[in-house]
């Protein structure tokens, strides 16, 4: 059974830095993309960040790019998100997903990581930034 359980969420001041994980289990393929989302309330689901396992190439949404890095230990099956120069709109709920795939299918051309392109799910880990 594929499990992905988030942790690292927290609150913080406007400036500070936070390191999301998210620990994937139950997962029988060796190349995958993963992905970073979040949502605020009254806000839908929103694409941050994926990651393809296979050559770690990343793709970021304009809303974070810059200031979040989405990384992996494929030692430990595990998805990554830093986040730095937090503001109050950073607060959310924040995902991460998994889901199989030959690359990465984000670029500048076709830019939305929509949470329709994934299938397995982690329960969330709340992000609260205050000014």
């Known amino acids: 059974q594929v499990k992905l359980v988030e942790s690292g969420g927290d609150s913080v001041q406007t400036g500070g830095s936070l390191r999301l994980s998210c620990v994937l289990s139950?997962?029988?393929?060796?190349?995958?993309?993963m992905g970073w989302f979040r949502q605020a309330l009254g806000k839908e689901r929103e694409g941050l960040a994926a990651?393809?396992?296979?050559?770690?190439?990343?793709h970021y949404a304009d809303s974070v790019k810059g200031r979040f890095i989405i990384s992996q230990d494929r030692d430990k099956n595990t998805l990554y998100l830093q986040m730095n120069s937090l503001k109050p709109d950073d607060t959310a709920m924040y995902y991460c997903?998994?889901?199989?795939?030959?690359?990465?299918?984000?670029?500048?051309?076709?830019?939305?990581?929509?949470?329709?392109?994934?299938?397995?799910w982690g329960q969330g880990t709340q992000v609260t930034v205050s000014s």
């Open positions: 990651l393809y396992t296979g050559d770690s190439n990343t």
């Open positions: 997903a998994a889901e199989t795939c030959a690359h990465l299918p984000y670029s500048d051309a076709d830019p939305l990581i929509a949470p329709r392109d994934f299938d397995y």
């Open positions: 139950g997962w029988i393929y060796t190349e995958y993309c």
